[in-house]
C-alpha cells in the first residue's frame, strides 16, 4: 500500500500531536518530523501551523461562488440552499478530522478567533450575493441581506454542530429544514397588485415581512451562533 500523500500525513501527524503535547507545545518541526518530511514541504503545503487545523476556505469559497453564479433570479434561494449544503457535505466528508478539529478550536482561543473570521467570510459572501438579488440599495434593503445571511450561516453552523456532537442522526435533511425554515422568513422581492384610495391599481414591490415579526425567529435562529 502507497503512503498516504504529504498533506495528509502533515494534517494527521499535527492532530496527533495537539492530542499528545497540547497546540501551543507543538511545533511546525515537530509536526514536519512527525510526518516524516522536511520544513520546507510543510510549508509547501500550509503557510503557517494553525493552517494544519482548518478546510480549505478559498476553495469551498469558490464552490459556493460558482453554485450560486449559477442561478438566477427565481432559483437565487435554491442556490443559497445548495450552497449551505456543499459547506456541511465537506464537513460530513472530513468524518472524525472535523470532530478533531472541533474540539481543539472549543480548547484554543486564538484557533476560535481564526474560526470566526472564517465564518464572517461566508456571511459576507451570502450578505453580497442576496444584496444583489434583491436589487435594492435602500438602508433597509441592507438591514434585511445582513440579516439574511447571518441567519443562512447561523442556520449552518447550528446544524454542523450539532452533528459534531454526535447529537444529529441526519445532518443533510436538518439543514435543508433549516434552510427552509430560515428562507420562509425572507420572501423575495416580488409585484404585488394594491388599489389605492380612488380605485386605481398600481403595483409595488414587497420588500419582505415587518422587521417586528421576524425578530422572534432570528433570535431563536441566531441564539446558539455563537455557542460551541
Known amino acids: 500500500m502507497s503512503k498516504p ?77 445548495d450552497a449551505v449544503r456543499l459547506v456541511l457535505l465537506h464537513y460530513l466528508d472530513e468524518g472524525d478530522l472535523a470532530r478533531r478539529r472541533y474540539r481543539l478550536t472549543s480548547k484554543v482561543a486564538a484557533l476560535r478567533d481564526r474560526e470566526i473570521a472564517s465564518v464572517a467570510r461566508y456571511q459576507r459572501l451570502f450578505r453580497e450575493f442576496i444584496s444583489n438579488w434583491l436589487g435594492d440599495s435602500s438602508e433597509s434593503a441592507s438591514l434585511r441581506s445582513e440579516l439574511m445571511a447571518a441567519s443562512v450561516v447561523a442556520a449552518h453552523n447550528h446544524v454542523l454542530r450539532r452533528w459534531l456532537r454526535g447529537e444529529s442522526p441526519d445532518p443533510v435533511g436538518e439543514v435543508d429544514a433549516a434552510m427552509r425554515e430560515v428562507l420562509a422568513l425572507f420572501p423575495g422581492p416580488q409585484s404585488r397588485s394594491e388599489t389605492d384610495a380612488d380605485g386605481t391599481t398600481v403595483v409595488a414591490f414587497r420588500s419582505g415581512q415587518d422587521i417586528d415579526t421576524l425578530l422572534p425567529s432570528l433570535r431563536r435562529l441566531l441564539g446558539d451562533h455563537s455557542e460551541r
Request: charged share 30%.
Open 5 to 81: 500523500a504529504a498533506r495528509i500525513r502533515l494534517s494527521e501527524a499535527a492532530f496527533a500531536l495537539f492530542d499528545e503535547r497540547g497546540y501551543e507545545q507543538t511545533t511546525v518541526d515537530d509536526i514536519a518530523e512527525r510526518a516524516g518530511v522536511g520544513r520546507t514541504t510543510f510549508f509547501r503545503y500550509y503557510p503557517a501551523k494553525e493552517d494544519v487545523i482548518f478546510p480549505d476556505h478559498d476553495r469551498m469559497l469558490d464552490q459556493i461562488k460558482d453554485r450560486l453564479a449559477t442561478s438566477n433570479h427565481e432559483t437565487a434561494l435554491a442556490a443559497v440552499s
